[in-house]
């Protein structure tokens, strides 16, 4: 399965970017990236996916680096409602099996 | 649309007995998986049903075990409970099989082994 390594916690302001990085060294050439993020009491909620190059939809931006062990999640303007732990989750042998990271809990203050 | 469904929400259950939680995917999703989360081991993968068929499972003992039904439900099952399988047991479905969909998750069902 893929290792895969976030740092624990991160802080940012509101209004202002947010780089949220993953390791997977591990991951093979046909596995898919995906983030989710988690509030309190609540699943995972789905935040994007990619392969292997950069993906952009209304909530975030993934950048896959070239030899895809790693990855950063980037929220363009942090919100106090993006507060949440958010969990890099590489996909492990095909198929639907996701290897969730530690989580990275993110504090953003006004 | 419906999102995923999972019930019961909470569970008291005493070690020994056994308990079986339920799963309702979003409509015309195939792929239904099972996710493990404590505190102590973070979000681990159990199995994952596609068309009725198991496909991928976790390092879990034999007690965990699960099926899926022609509709897409899933429902996941532990026998001989202990106190260790208190967590958040989350489902999660999409669309297909190739890893290349989003997952939706449930909200869990907590389950508390006393």
């Known amino acids: 399965d893929a290792k895969t390594t976030q740092p624990n916690s991160m802080e940012s302001n509101e209004e202002e970017p947010v780089h949220l990085p993953c390791n997977h060294s591990?991951?093979?050439?046909?596995?898919?990236i995906h983030w989710y993020r988690q509030l309190p009491s609540q699943g995972p909620e789905y935040v994007i996916h990619?392969?292997?190059s950069n993906v952009n939809n209304r909530m975030a931006s993934l950048a896959i680096a070239e030899d895809r062990k790693s990855s950063t999640l980037i929220l363009h303007r942090a919100t106090l409602r993006d507060a949440a732990v958010y969990y890099c989750?590489?996909?492990?042998?095909?198929?639907?099996?996701?290897?969730f990271g530690t989580g990275t809990q993110l504090k953003v203050e006004l | 649309k419906a999102g995923v469904t999972q019930t019961p929400r909470y569970l008291i259950k005493t070690r020994g007995q056994q308990v079986t939680l339920s799963c309702s995917p979003i409509?015309?999703?195939?792929?239904v998986s099972w996710y493990q989360q404590t505190p102590g081991q973070g979000l681990q993968f159990l199995f994952e049903?596609?068309?009725?068929?198991?496909?991928n499972k976790g390092n879990f003992p034999g007690r965990f075990s699960g099926r899926q039904f022609s509709n897409s439900r899933s429902e996941m099952n532990v026998s001989t409970l202990e106190l260790g399988d208190s967590a958040l047991y989350l489902c999660?479905?999409?669309?297909?099989?190739?890893?290349?969909?989003?997952?939706?998750f449930g909200s869990g069902t907590r389950l508390t082994v006393v």
């Open positions: 999660a479905s999409t669309p297909g099989d190739s890893g290349n969909y989003g997952y939706t």
């Open positions: 989750a590489p996909g492990t042998g095909g198929g639907n099996k996701l290897t």
């Open positions: 990619g392969l292997t």
């Open positions: 591990t991951i093979s050439g046909t596995d898919y």
């Open positions: 049903y596609f068309s009725e068929t198991q496909r």
């Open positions: 409509s015309g999703h195939r792929s």
